[in-house]
């Protein structure tokens, strides 16, 4: 069994405000999109301005922070959202969604790709690759807050968390860091390096986060006011999932049969 690093979720504190790790990560990993999105928007062949990647980063940003509130209160929290909506604004209380965020940056990019007549899988494409980083760095801001830890096992990398009982857990957290952050980034960074049909960088990120996340949730524990859905072993992340795997799937194979 491996010691958990007991760390404090508040970074430093700026006066009386106190900074924390977990809003630190998600700065690293837009502040690492926007270098790397800079970088590859010098390429001729990208169809971005390196000066317009600030403004895409900004739009990305905005829908990962409204989506991402919004989903977790709408899949994860209904009952709050329907007898206390107010609470949506309660964003210390925390709680945020991946795939209301997903949803929240879809909608962003469209409207910034109609409004700066960009092909909307044009732009699509062109921020997938750099996407997990932000992942990975969240999921490192879980494992630092000690939260969605996994379930109780012998594992000799089993750790025990300060708000999981005495029980040594999957570090749930690290897993997601490693595959929805770090593999998949590598599988991304990769596809994209060579011309690929339109839609087809975003048709492998939603299968593989889809695939990735699929399996995580197995060894992690469910949120406790919904649990599971149906045969002890189907969660809510797993139910959202679904849809990415067969839309990723179904989308890869029609943009390469267009081509």
């Not at 504190?13 to 690492?32: A, D, E, K, S």
């Not at 909608?107 to 899988?121: D, E, G, N, R, S």
């Not at 801001?141 to 025990?160: C, D, Q, R, S, Y």
Request: proline share 7%; charged share 10%.
């Amino acid at each position: 069994m491996l010691a958990y690093p007991d760390i404090s979720p508040i970074a430093f504190h700026l006066g009386p405000l106190p900074v924390h790790w977990y809003g630190l990560m998600y700065l690293l990993g837009i502040g690492l999109g926007w270098v790397l999105l800079a970088w590859r928007a010098q390429q001729p062949t990208r169809g971005f301005a390196r000066a317009e990647v600030g403004d895409i980063i900004f739009a990305v940003a905005l829908g990962v922070i409204l989506g991402g509130r919004l989903g977790y209160m709408f899949f994860y929290n209904f009952y709050t959202t329907v007898h206390a909506p107010w609470k949506i604004f309660y964003l210390w209380d925390g709680g945020m969604s991946f795939h209301g965020g997903l949803l929240g940056v879809i909608i962003a990019m469209y409207c910034y790709a109609k409004k700066h007549q960009h092909t909307f899988l044009t732009l699509t494409d062109f921020i997938a690759p750099v996407v997990p980083l932000g992942l990975g760095a969240g999921r490192i801001g879980n494992f630092i807050n000690g939260e969605l830890w996994g379930k109780i096992t012998t594992v000799p990398w089993a750790m025990v968390f300060p708000t999981g009982g005495p029980w040594p857990r999957h570090p749930s957290q690290l897993y997601e860091f490693l595959l929805e952050g770090v593999l998949l980034f590598i599988i991304l960074w990769g596809y994209s390096n060579k011309p690929r049909p339109l839609g087809a960088v975003s048709a492998m990120f939603l299968m593989f986060y889809g695939y990735f996340r699929f399996f995580v949730e197995f060894f992690r524990v469910p949120d406790a006011q919904i649990g599971y859905l149906a045969y002890g072993w189907l969660t809510e992340g797993q139910l959202l999932s679904l849809p990415m795997i067969m839309i990723g799937v179904g989308m890869l194979a029609w943009v390469y049969r267009r081509q």
